[in-house]
T-cell receptor, first 116, second 115 residues
Framework: GAGVSQSPSNKVTEKGKDVELRCDPISGHTALYWYRQRLGQGLEFLIYFQGNSAPDKSGLPSDRFSAERTGESVSTLTIQRTQQEDSAVYLC??????????????FGPGTRLTVL | QKEVEQDPGPLSVPEGAIVSLNCTYSNSAFQYFMWYRQYSRKGPELLMYTYSSGNKEDGRFTAQVDKSSKYISLFIRDSQPSDSATYLCAMSVGAGGTSYGKLTFGQGTILTVHP
C-alpha cells in the first residue's frame, strides 16, 4: 500500500462517547496533518506533526480534541465526549520535507464520523 | 472574513467546454498555491502546485496566480465527464513562516461535466 490509509472508514457513535481515528502515513513521510471537512465545506486544519518537533495544535477546536504520533509512523486523533457538531469527514495527509519549499501533501480517504 | 474565498458554484458545463475556477485570498504571506480535485467520498488529490505569481500548464489544466490581486485560477480545457468532481484551492506560507506546511483551503466548487 503506497498511499495514506485511515481507519475506520466510517464511524457512527452516540453523543458523549469518545472516538479514536487512525492514520497510517506514507512510509518515509516525516510530516503528518489532520484536517476536518464538514459537509459541503473545504478542509479545516486541525494539527500538524513534523518529525520530533512539537506539534502545531493551533487548529484544534476544543480541548476535547487531541492527537498523538509515534515517531514518524501512525497517528491517532481522539475526540472525547463527542458532540453532534463533530460530525464530519476527518482527513489525514502526509508529506516529505522538500528542503524549504512547502511540502506536497498526500491525503488519505478520510474517516466519516457521524455523531447521533 | 475567511482567509480564502472560493466561488462556490456549482458549475454545470457541457463536455468540451473550458472551465474557469477561482479563489481570492487575504493573507499576503501565502506563497504556495495548490489545486486539489476531490471525487465523492474520496480524499483530495493534488492537481497543480505553483509558487508565487505566474502560470503553470499540465495537459488540459492551467493554473494562474496573480499575487498583486491575491487571485488564483484553474482552467480546464476540453472538459470531460471524468472531470466532474469538487475542486479545492489551497495555499500556504513559505519556509520560516508560522504554520509552515499548513494548508488553508477554499470551500470548494462542485463541477459537473455532462456528455
Amino acid at each position: 500500500g503506497a498511499g495514506v490509509s485511515q481507519s475506520p472508514s466510517n464511524k457512527v457513535t452516540e453523543k458523549g462517547k469518545d472516538v479514536e481515528l487512525r492514520c497510517d502515513p506514507i512510509s518515509g513521510h516525516t510530516a503528518l496533518y489532520w484536517y476536518r471537512q464538514r459537509l459541503g465545506q473545504g478542509l479545516e486544519f486541525l494539527i500538524y506533526f513534523q518529525g520530533n518537533s512539537a506539534p502545531d495544535k493551533s487548529g484544534l477546536p476544543s480541548d476535547r480534541f487531541s492527537a498523538e504520533r509515534t515517531g514518524e509512523s501512525v497517528s491517532t486523533l481522539t475526540i472525547q465526549r463527542t458532540q453532534q457538531e463533530d460530525s464530519a469527514v476527518y482527513l489525514c495527509a502526509s508529506s516529505v520535507d522538500l528542503g524549504g519549499r512547502t511540502p506536497l501533501q498526500f491525503f488519505g480517504p478520510g474517516t466519516r464520523l457521524t455523531v447521533l | 472574513q475567511k482567509e480564502v474565498e472560493q466561488d462556490p458554484g456549482p458549475l454545470s458545463v457541457p463536455e468540451g467546454a473550458i472551465v474557469s475556477l477561482n479563489c481570492t485570498y487575504s493573507n499576503s504571506a501565502f506563497q504556495y498555491f495548490m489545486w486539489y480535485r476531490q471525487y465523492s467520498r474520496k480524499g483530495p488529490e493534488l492537481l497543480m502546485y505553483t509558487y508565487s505569481s505566474g502560470n503553470k500548464e499540465d495537459g488540459r489544466f492551467t493554473a494562474q496566480v496573480d499575487k498583486s490581486s491575491k487571485y488564483i485560477s484553474l482552467f480546464i480545457r476540453d472538459s470531460q465527464p471524468s472531470d466532474s468532481a469538487t475542486y479545492l484551492c489551497a495555499m500556504s506560507v513559505g519556509a520560516g513562516g508560522t504554520s509552515y506546511g499548513k494548508l488553508t483551503f477554499g470551500q470548494g466548487t462542485i463541477l459537473t461535466v455532462h456528455p
